[in-house]
């Protein structure tokens, strides 16, 4: 597989309730971040800032526990799920269908929408 598997907001949340072993990754910014959050732990590795954890993503992101990147709408954390695959040799990588904008809608209204 060279592209990342889709997931839907409420697919996620069903995995987090489980106590899934998951890994999420947020690539948004920072003022993004602080405007609108999971309401669970992720490592933010924000897209502009690349030069700064690039070097220690191997020690960062494990291969044995499957990643979930999210960002606003879906499409940066799709090229970032995209490159782990294709470039980094990551297999298990899914894409939050629709971002943190798909979580309020149709998971948590309480986090906000940008």
């Known amino acids: 597989m060279n ?13 987090l309730e489980r ?15 602080q405007r609108a959050r999971l309401p669970h732990p ?9 030069a700064q954890w690039l070097a220690a ?12 990147v999210l960002c606003h709408a879906g499409i940066r954390s799709w090229q970032f799920a995209s490159w782990l ?10 894409n939050l269908h629709g971002g943190i904008e798909a979580w309020s809608l149709e998971v948590d209204p309480a986090v906000p929408r940008y």
Not at 42 to 50: A, C, D, I, Q
Request: glycine residues 6%; charged residues 25%.
């Open 57 to 68: 993503l191997e020690q960062t992101l494990s291969r044995d526990q499957p990643i979930v």
């Open 85 to 94: 695959i294709e470039q980094q040799g990551y297999s298990a990588v899914w």
């Open 3 to 15: 592209t990342p598997q889709s997931l839907g907001a409420p697919e996620l949340q069903r995995w």
């Open 19 to 33: 106590g899934d072993p998951i890994q999420l990754v947020d690539v948004r910014e920072d003022e993004e971040l």
């Open 42 to 50: 992720v490592l933010h590795l924000p897209l502009s800032r690349s």
